[in-house]
């Protein structure tokens, strides 16, 4: 808990806020698309060394997050793979290249959207985060949550989910149901690595999809 407080003062600090108040009170500045893509910039280049947990060493790559800084929807993974570790690139491994395919399904393209992970750094073997990992990187997650201040967020797998929405529940429970995180909109689908593995997972995720699709009010082509 006081590992939690210290984090949400730094956030508070680097915010600019130098006074506490109630946190249903406290509304983040409201930043252009320019000011959000040079702020979420400086801040990948600040992090880039970051130590906080072991995870940083068997990194190549301190992969923070990429897309429109502005985006309406924001996606979460769960961590770099081993051509994002290579790379820095989020997303762009076999499974970021079926991410791509499921968001143009719903008539979304990459630069459309925000994606990051709940972990920065490549877990060995592609392991789930632990949970000191996952939490070390929490507080960067939450800032770039409220830099782009997303209408809606899309939960990719049962770490995501879990970490994000603080529960333990099977991500057959939590799929079809919207949650409220950080003001935003949340539901859950599956990871792309998941839908790789076993293409039967598939019609699952594009019943998802058009739900994320009918909430945002995409027009269908």
Same mark, same amino acid.
């Given at each position: 808990?006081?590992?939690?407080?210290?984090?949400?003062?730094?956030?508070l600090?680097? *915010?600019? @806020? /130098?006074? $506490?108040?109630?946190?249903?009170?406290?509304?983040?500045?409201? %930043?252009?698309?320019?000011?959000?893509? #040079?702020? $979420?910039?400086?801040?990948?280049?600040?992090?880039?060394?970051?130590? &906080?947990?072991? !995870?940083?060493?068997?990194?190549?790559?301190?992969?923070?997050?990429?897309?429109?800084?502005?985006?309406? !929807? !924001?996606?979460?993974?769960?961590?770099?793979?081993?051509?994002?570790?290579?790379?820095? &690139?989020?997303?762009?491994?076999?499974?970021?290249?079926?991410?791509?395919?499921?968001?143009?399904? @719903?008539?979304? *393209?990459?630069?459309?959207?925000? @994606?990051? +992970? @709940?972990?920065?750094?490549?877990?060995?073997?592609?392991?789930?985060? #632990?949970? /000191?990992?996952? #939490?070390?990187?929490r507080?960067?997650?939450?800032?770039?949550? =409220?830099?782009?201040?997303?209408?809606?967020?899309? %939960? $990719?797998?049962?770490?995501?989910? =879990? +970490?994000?929405? +603080?529960?333990?529940?099977? %991500?057959?429970?939590?799929?079809?149901?919207t949650?409220?995180?950080? +003001?935003?909109?949340?539901?859950?689908?599956? =990871?792309? *690595?998941?839908?790789?593995?076993?293409?039967?997972?598939?019609?699952?995720?594009?019943?998802?999809?058009?739900? %994320?699709?009918?909430?945002m009010?995409?027009?269908?082509?």
């Amino acid at each position: 808990m006081k590992k939690a407080v210290k984090q949400y003062l730094e956030m508070l600090g680097l *915010s600019g @806020i /130098d006074y $506490l108040r109630k946190p249903e009170e406290i509304k983040p500045p409201s %930043l252009s698309a320019e000011q959000k893509k #040079e702020r $979420l910039d400086t801040l990948s280049k600040q992090y880039a060394n970051c130590t &906080k947990c072991k !995870l940083h060493k068997g990194r190549t790559n301190f992969v923070y997050g990429d897309g429109n800084p502005d985006a309406r !929807l !924001l996606l979460i993974g769960e961590g770099p793979g081993e051509v994002e570790d290579r790379t820095g &690139k989020v997303f762009v491994g076999p499974a970021g290249q079926l991410l791509t395919k499921m968001l143009e399904a @719903i008539s979304l *393209s990459r630069e459309d959207v925000y @994606i990051c +992970n @709940i972990v920065k750094c490549r877990p060995p073997a592609n392991r789930n985060p #632990e949970p /000191d990992e996952a #939490e070390a990187c929490r507080y960067y997650l939450l800032e770039q949550i =409220h830099i782009i201040q997303p209408e809606y967020i899309l %939960l $990719l797998g049962r770490v995501a989910a =879990h +970490n994000i929405l +603080n529960t333990g529940e099977a %991500l057959s429970r939590l799929r079809g149901k919207t949650f409220t995180f950080e +003001n935003a909109q949340t539901i859950t689908t599956y =990871h792309p *690595s998941a839908l790789l593995r076993n293409v039967h997972l598939k019609k699952g995720a594009w019943i998802d999809l058009q739900r %994320l699709r009918d909430m945002m009010g995409i027009a269908t082509k």
